[in-house]
């Protein structure tokens, strides 16, 4: 591709997160399961990247272990410099369920994040509204979460994950949920939110679309055991628009996944 | 007034909601069961003098509303009025069922946050739970004497476990996923705990409180009869021994009016508490 990004966000360090050797196995016996073996990556500042697989080739476990949730077995897996052992306070995860307490109000759960790490109370309760305006959700503030729809619960999720500012977003197929045209909006929705925050993002999907539309590179793996087959680089210019999913960069990068798969047999 | 009515309706349409509602009102579930109610209570009132049925046995229910209005036309101190013994009863009952309930809450999360503990206790409280609590009350009272505290610690014994047991199912049924979300923002033990699982159990917690306090009054009456000095269920044993059948039957009544009150008022902070909960749990997911 000769295009270039017109504004391309100056970013940071390229080895931001750097994972070497990274093998993840559940049980101890001879029942145990690989469930990642030797990944090897680094995530540049700033970036946008799309870790795209099928059913069960680890990549929730990916994401578990980078947010410090889940121990790793052999490997390292650093984030700006230092190893993670345990969860960090300057990271957002968004789950594949929305996972509001339905107890509390919308505010009250965007607000959870600043009362358990303790921020100013006035302040966040700002950003809070803030955020909620940006994912859309203004009035809804003092609704419960059962009155929203499915997608506004997951925007309200969204904006609960960015309310303390963390430096990283790891998004675990948030959207795995919605509907498709609910799911674009939401995918153009993020790009906006990425955008404008320079925030480094891992977005977990098994949708190659959304992988492609959001990443500057995604990341493709194959399962049993999860291994990282290759990370590809996508050459399309922000911000991106739904049209960009018929362009050629757009097709060759979906056809390389796809034939990725169907190789390693586990396109089912 | 009812002859009116139709007349009314007819001439001004205006008062015509009036009319449907009393309609409505005629055709409801809980007017039928009012109208039961009063047809029981007449084939009673004329069932026992036509069937020739000794008073001992079931006197009128007349003579239950005789007995039920000198019980409690005396003073609220008298020994022989519902006044001080009914005192007594409720002492007992919400007395056990605050202290019952509060340590089988408190041992449940303590369990629940304590493999080791659950590992240490778990078989105690298997064996215990089988055992029929009420079993235990004459040796109860031959320790603690003829006191209210006898009675109290038989409601103890009988509230703490369904507090118990549905307060670890209700830690344990917790969705980990909010466990997770919380874990991921480096939240403490004591945030997590009262911040999701807390409150994520009161569910359970108050199905427990709700059998507890339907065992509450069970615990009062059996220690009662066992041994006592005062309360409702000396009434009962002392108007049995004088073959006062309706004076027994009026404090059924004052009884079971303890036990509404008791569950309306555990319904109402359900509500309060529980306000975020869809009203039927089947339209909407609670996982959400």
New interface residues.
Partial sequence: MTMTMAAAPSKGRPDYINIRGLSKRFGDDEDSVLALKNINCTIEQGSFVSVVGPSGCGKSTLLRIVAGLLPYGEGSVQMDGQPIIGTRRDVGVVFQNSILLPWRSVLDNVMLPAEVLGLDIKASRRRAMDLLAMVGLSGFEQKQPLQLSGGMQQRASIARALLHDPKILLMDEPFGALDALTREQMNLELQRIWASSGKTVILITHSIPEAIFLGDVVFVMTPRPGSLERVIRIDLPRPRNMDMMSAPAFASAAHEIRDLFNHSGSFD | MDTQTPAVATETPVRRPKVAKWRRAVASTRFHSLVLLALLLAFWQFGVGFFNIPKFVLPPFSDVVVALYSGLSVGPLAHDGFWFHGFVTLVEVLGGFLIGSGVGLVLGMLISESRYLDDLIRPYIAAFQSLPKVAIAPIIVMWMGYGVDSKIAIVVMLTFFPVLVTSIAGFKAI?P??I????????TRW?IFS??KF?SALPYIFAGLDVAAAFAVVGAIVGEFVGAQSGLGVMILQMDAQLDTGGSFAVFLILALMGVALTAALRAVRRRV?S???EQPSR?P???
Avoid at chain 2, 181 to 187: P, Y
């Fill in positions: 969705d996923d909010r997770d979300l919380l874990r991921s923002l480096s939240a945030q911040k999701v409150p529980l975020w909960m869809p909407r609670v996982s959400a």
